[in-house]
């Protein structure tokens, strides 16, 4: 029997608050738990209608450097009702600064238990991301891999403007569908502009930013070794399979993160003092 909820009549919005408990780390507020925790925050959120989604996003070391450029884009990243540090190098900062998180909380590892649980709960699932003209394909990946799942596939164009008319189309495709899950994995930082722009049109549910977890989840991409993931390398094995793309985020742009690192620790020790 489906343990989907009821929808009732729309409700206001509910007002976002800091998730608890969380740290603060690069002018975010990451959440401090578990991954099993993490699993069981946002199933609860699924359940949830009361006016607007929630939305969970993963910051990593590429998405640290970029929101240290974008202090506009950080100010609404930030808005995310709940964020797991998804990168090792991440977790390693929280150590250094004396906050140590628990653990790193990936998208990657979120999406698949999100899908177990929604099968197993009759929940139903829509996933943004993908090739135009593919979704069958996506389907029956993830059929293969959750039998039974409900899942529908929403794949913008290449062009995809997340808070253009093409975003506001799929915003009200989605909302059609009533989702208790939303698996948002077109790309930082297209799909968490689309989910923080339209968390409010949809009754409830959670919208998870996910980026190549769906990718991972269905077998069209083999993820890292499962030590290189505990090592912090999972960032070679990527620039491995994708060199051509991948050097310049991994080799370039993100070595920014030490300089960012310093910077922050500076900081932290000039408070300390002051205190």
């Not at 408990?21 to 699993?39: E, M």
């Not at 093409?166 to 948002?184: L, T």
């Not at 060199?243 to 985020?249: D, E, F, I, L, T």
Request: charged share 25%; aromatic share 10%; hydrophobic share 45%.
């Amino acid at each position: 029997m489906s343990s989907r909820p009821i929808i009732e009549s729309p409700t206001p919005a509910a007002e976002r608050v800091v998730f608890k408990p969380s740290i603060p780390l690069f002018g975010l507020d990451i959440a401090a738990v578990s991954f099993n925790t993490a699993v069981d925050v946002l199933c609860a959120a699924a359940l949830k209608r009361d006016g607007r989604a929630r939305v969970a996003v993963t910051p990593n070391v590429d998405h640290v450097v970029r929101l240290d450029k974008l202090p506009e884009f950080q100010r609404l990243y930030r808005t995310a009702d709940y964020l797991f540090a998804d990168g090792m190098p991440v977790v390693w900062a929280s150590r250094l600064f004396g906050l140590p998180l628990p653990g790193r909380v990936t998208g990657a590892d979120l999406l698949p238990a999100m899908c177990e649980r929604a099968r197993a709960g009759g929940w139903k699932v829509v996933v943004v991301g993908g090739q135009p003209g593919k979704e069958a394909a996506l389907i029956d990946g993830f059929a293969a891999k959750y039998p039974g799942l409900d899942v529908e596939v929403i794949a913008p164009s290449m062009s995809f403007d997340p808070t253009g008319p093409e975003g506001e189309a799929v915003a009200e495709r989605v909302r059609a569908i009533e989702p208790d899950v939303v698996f948002v994995c077109v790309g930082m930082p297209k799909q968490e502009r689309w989910a923080l722009h339209f968390a409010d049109r949809l009754p409830g549910g959670i919208m998870l930013c996910a980026g190549a977890a769906m990718e991972f989840a269905t077998g069209l991409r083999q993820r890292a070794p499962v030590w290189m993931q505990r090592t912090g390398l999972e960032w070679c094995w990527r620039f491995m399979q994708d060199p051509a793309r991948m050097w310049h985020r991994y080799l370039v742009a993100d070595s920014r993160f030490f300089g960012i690192c310093w910077r922050h620790w500076r900081m932290s020790r000039t408070q300390r003092r002051t205190a």
